[in-house]
């Protein structure tokens, strides 16, 4: 492992006066610190957050605010926190890394790519320019939506996901002020530059997650399809809300992972849900468009059947809850 500096403030000011480039911060832990010890990671400086006043869940003007520096147990068990967000989460890792986790390391986690986390082989994510092994490579976990020819990795995370089918926002804190970015506008696809993954600036730290109120997302859910039942990454997953009445749909948000370089919303399946029956045979009519635009690789092809297969799932699920 390289050597790097340590510091553990207590104040968010002082935090942001030691962060910029360079330099890490640590949450739980549970992804830094796998990829300092891989090398991936090589920050000259590593400041612990952990004493920072970023904690609570509570209802502001502007939905349900959750400090960053909830674990995602507890996030997950907080009776406001809606179904989708809890289901997520409680599908993630497992139970140990999870008392562990917080929610901002997990929007920041890093995607799984077997080549990003081998320093001994190319990847344009980890060094701009070096190549893909995963176009031609072992692919089969990898990306069919969003991808480009510099990089197929997934996003990992099933929490933002469901942040991004929920139109969720975050609060980011840094030395220039602070601003709102919503989830969805927050990530950005490869294209020709894998390594930029977000729009994080160097040294700002997300502060909240904020999740706009929506009362039928009481109704909804997260289907997580994966090689083993626990402690896996998702294949194909759906984030699903639905506002029904009388048996026809009145609202739908639909999103998915597993499958995309993003959190993948899908404003097209929600087009055709919206005013439809809420049938199996209407939800996997419009579930045909949850892979349009889909390029899949040697090894991933079945994503496009599974990730449709899923969306209608999820929706069904919903429907008879
Ligand atoms: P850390 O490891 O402390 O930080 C992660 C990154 O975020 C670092 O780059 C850090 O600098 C940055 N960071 C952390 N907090 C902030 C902040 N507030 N502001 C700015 N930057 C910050 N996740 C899933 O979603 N689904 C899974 O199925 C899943 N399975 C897993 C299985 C294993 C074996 C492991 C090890 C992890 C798995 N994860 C999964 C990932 C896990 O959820 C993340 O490692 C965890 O959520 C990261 O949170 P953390 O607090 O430990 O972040």
């Known amino acids: 492992m390289h050597a790097f500096d340590f510091t553990a403030p207590a104040r968010t000011d002082e935090a942001l006066r030691l962060a910029g480039p360079g330099s890490a911060f640590l949450a739980g832990g549970t992804t830094l610190v796998d990829l300092l010890k891989l090398d991936v990671l090589t920050p000259r400086h590593v400041i612990d957050i952990n004493d920072l006043p970023l ?15 909830e674990r995602m147990t507890d996030v997950a068990q907080h009776r406001a926190v809606p179904p989708v967000v809890s289901r997520a989460l409680l599908q993630s890792a497992s139970p140990q890394l999870r008392n562990m986790a917080t929610i901002g390391g997990n929007l920041l986690q890093r995607t799984r790519c077997g080549y990003f986390r081998d320093v001994t082989t190319p990847c344009n994510r980890r060094e701009p320019g070096s190549g893909c092994p995963a176009q031609t490579g072992q692919n089969r976990a990898h990306a069919i939506l969003g991808t480009s020819s510099g990089c197929v990795a997934t996003h990992p995370s099933d929490l933002a996901v469901a942040l991004v089918a929920l139109d969720a926002s975050i609060r980011l804190a840094s030395r220039a002020g602070r601003r709102t970015v919503r989830l969805a506008d927050f990530y950005r696809p490869p294209g020709t530059t894998p390594h930029i993954e977000n729009d994080l600036k160097p040294g700002e730290l997300i502060a909240e997650v904020v999740i706009p109120r929506l009362g039928w997302a009481r109704r909804s859910t997260y289907v997580k399809v994966r090689d083993r039942r626990s402690y896996e990454f998702a294949l ?17 948000r639909v999103a998915v992972g597993g499958v995309a370089t993003v959190p993948w919303r899908l404003p097209g399946v929600e087009a055709a849900l919206r005013g439809g029956p809420a049938t199996e045979q209407a939800f996997a009519a419009a579930a045909e468009a949850a892979a349009e635009g889909a390029r899949p690789l040697a090894d991933n092809a079945f994503k496009v059947t599974l990730v449709r297969r899923t969306v209608v799932r999820a929706l069904m699920e919903v429907s008879r809850s």
């Open 55 to 69: 904690r609570g869940i509570r209802g502001g003007h502007d939905g349900l605010r959750i400090g960053a520096l």
């Open 236 to 252: 194909a997953s759906a984030a699903v809300a639905l506002d029904l009445r009388g048996g026809r749909v009145r609202d739908a």
